[in-house]
């Protein structure tokens, strides 16, 4: 009698997308490289934040794994992104590790026994660590099924973030390369010169390349043309308290970049002074700061967090409601990576860049640090200039930002959401208004002070408005002009429209601004510079006024069942016990999908998605207790 021993056949992408990682189907361009990868080519993958690049080399890696053909190395810039990426895919129940300096040598010891012994799905460490010749003897004994390079834009000279460390990486993969391993390499920001550069450096073979659609669909992306560290403190405040972010423990999260290490901590203080559980990110602190700054602010513990560029790379908090960039970055790609931080759960979240001419100055001064060729500033230069651009833009931002990345004939329609497509009247007055600030300072000559009487008109004029208007709007309406702003916004009908024709529009922004320096005047609204009397009282704004509530009407009035509260609360002392974050236990939207359909057994766990068996088999007995409870 025969027994039938056959080897059970290897599980296809689809299974190990469906059965680890929980999901039903791949997106479109998620499927195209797994495709690729499972048949041995090399691949760029371009995809915004939030697009699912993990999945992308994932799912092949335990597939290639699971079939005998040994691991996956993944470089990776940081510490903190190896850890969060590698805690994930152990509590999907994937044999993942990483290598790295902050590991003890015993611990090292023991990642390396099994990376050599092919009990490792996936294997992360840095340029650094795959360089050293220890590892390099490692790489020539055991095989290497896949080669994948996160944040690949580092490794090109022209990328926002270049790090000099990355140009070992061709080299160091040497020996996995010979003996025929594809290799991926993944980014969210990349032009088409960086990714031309990064396919020369990591000497790609042939690769196909997959760009994403750059667009991000829930982020609302505005910008505001402040000088004042002050006025921008003071918006960002408006813009928290709008996500109920100033006490601890909120549902949502907001960040706040900053130029500089001092931008950082003035920032920090301030809006603690004020009451906002906020923490702070520097490369100046100690490495135990910097952790337990990034533990509160996944916890929840402070739910604000004020940073430098330092933290970006590995910012994987779905919640994040609230991007601000309290000063400029140097660079479109820069920004977009960074604001990308937001809304990646999908739900509606805001970008705002706050831009003023000292924010160049200063990273033109951050450009021309250390050791930079000619042929580096100059691109650098011109990436700021680019971010300038943006800055002045009068169409639609994110049409801007798809263009800049996928190419000037990249097809896209308005967003409808950001402050170009909302508010398009107002971002003219407020770049107007600029460029009359600009001429007057750079053209003293055609500012003439004005005497007490004319200061009067001017206050006259402001005390008969209905509403609060720009400066620029009220000096063209005292000129006597007929522009559309001065129409739309009634000033026609104004008693000293045309009274100081015989003044130039910069003479009387230069007096609306003395008025506003001696307390005659105030700014009034937290998005645009409009100008009201002081002590008189401003009518109801209209909703779509810049003080009305802008918070996204999808989030606004759906409350918390009893049940999502209880399962909110069990995933927070959950992550607290493992050391993990609160989205590694459980994805904000599959708690959502747990508290709607109230499951009852295994079997109905395993048919919400974003619980993959792993999940299930982990937690799926304390859930249905939850549920049971409800």
């Not at 690769?207 to 659609?213: A, D, W, Y």
Request: aromatic share 4%; glycine share 8%.
């Amino acid at each position: 009698m025969s027994v039938d021993v056959t080897t059970p056949l290897p599980p296809t992408p689809d299974e190990v997308l469906r059965g680890v990682f929980g999901f039903s189907a791949f997106r479109p361009l998620q499927r195209a490289a797994v495709d690729h990868c499972c048949a041995g080519r090399d691949v760029v993958v371009l995809m915004p934040t939030g697009g699912g690049k993990s999945l992308c080399f994932q799912v092949p890696a335990v597939v290639a794994a699971r079939a005998g053909r040994g691991p996956t190395v993944v470089i990776s810039p940081l510490i903190s992104l190896m850890k969060d990426q590698v805690d994930a895919l152990l509590g999907k129940g994937v044999r993942a590790a990483m290598l790295n300096s902050s590991m003890d040598e015993l611990e090292q010891m023991r990642v390396e026994a099994n990376f050599l012994t092919q009990r490792l799905d996936l294997l992360y460490l840095s340029p650094e660590r795959l360089a050293a010749p220890s590892f390099q003897r490692m790489l020539q004994k055991t095989p290497v099924a896949l080669a994948v390079v996160d944040e690949a834009h580092c490794v090109s000279q022209w990328g926002h973030d270049f790090r000099p460390e990355y140009l070992t990486i061709a080299n160091g993969l040497h020996a996995v390369r010979e003996r025929g391993a594809p290799m991926m390499a993944l980014t969210a920001s990349a032009t088409h010169d960086v990714v031309t550069d990064l396919v020369q450096r990591l000497r790609l073979r042939a690769p196909t390349v997959l760009r994403g659609g750059f667009e991000r669909p829930n982020l609302s992306f505005q910008v505001l043309h402040r000088s004042k560290d002050a006025e921008r403190l003071e918006h960002a405040l408006t813009v928290l308290e709008r996500w109920g972010l100033r006490g601890a423990h909120s549902p949502h999260r907001a960040i706040l970049y900053a130029a500089t290490r001092q931008k950082v901590e003035d920032a920090a203080e301030h809006l603690s002074s004020r009451g906002v559980a906020v923490g702070a990110y520097h490369a100046g602190l100690s490495d135990a700061a910097r952790e337990r700054a990034q533990r509160d602010f996944a916890l929840g513990r402070r739910p604000v967090l004020v940073a430098t560029n330092a933290f970006g790379m590995g910012v994987d908090q779905p919640n994040v409601r609230a991007v601000i960039h309290l000063q400029a970055p140097g660079s479109l790609e820069a920004y977009y990576q960074e604001a990308g931080r937001a809304g990646r759960d999908g739900e509606p979240a805001e970008c705002l860049l706050f831009y003023g001419p000292g924010d160049v100055r200063t990273q033109q001064a951050l450009h021309r640090k250390g050791k930079v060729t000619r042929n580096q500033l100059d691109h650098k230069d011109a990436s700021l200039q680019v971010l300038v651009d943006y800055a002045h833009a009068q169409d639609c931002r994110q049409v801007f930002m798809v263009r800049h990345f996928a190419g000037a004939d990249a097809f896209t329609s308005p967003c409808g959401r950001c402050d170009v497509c909302t508010r398009p009247h107002d971002v003219r007055a407020m770049l107007e208004e600029g460029e009359a600030r600009k001429r007057a300072k750079a053209s003293p000559a055609n500012v003439t002070p004005l005497p007490d009487q004319e200061l009067a008109v001017v206050l006259g004029a402001a005390h008969a408005l209905r509403k609060p208007v720009g400066k620029l709007t009220l000096a063209k309406a005292l000129r006597g002009s007929n522009a559309a702003d001065v129409r739309r916004k009634g000033l026609l009908k104004l008693p000293q429209h045309g009274a100081l024709a015989h003044h130039s529009e910069d003479s009387l922004v230069v007096a609306i601004e003395r008025l506003l320096a001696s307390g005659k005047l105030v700014r009034k609204g937290v998005k645009y510079p409009t100008v009201w009397p002081a002590n008189k009282a401003v009518r109801g704004a209209r909703e779509d006024s810049p003080d009305a509530d802008t918070t996204p009407r999808r989030r606004r009035g759906r409350g918390v069942s009893p049940l999502h509260a209880t399962l909110l609360r069990w995933r927070q002392q959950t992550a607290r016990r493992l050391k993990w974050k609160p989205y590694m236990v459980m994805p904000n939207a599959t708690l959502q999908a747990i508290a709607d359909e109230k499951p009852q057994s295994l079997e109905t766990l395993l048919c919400i998605r974003g619980l993959g068996p792993a999940r299930v088999e982990r937690f799926g007995e304390e859930l249905l207790r939850l549920t049971r409870g409800h």
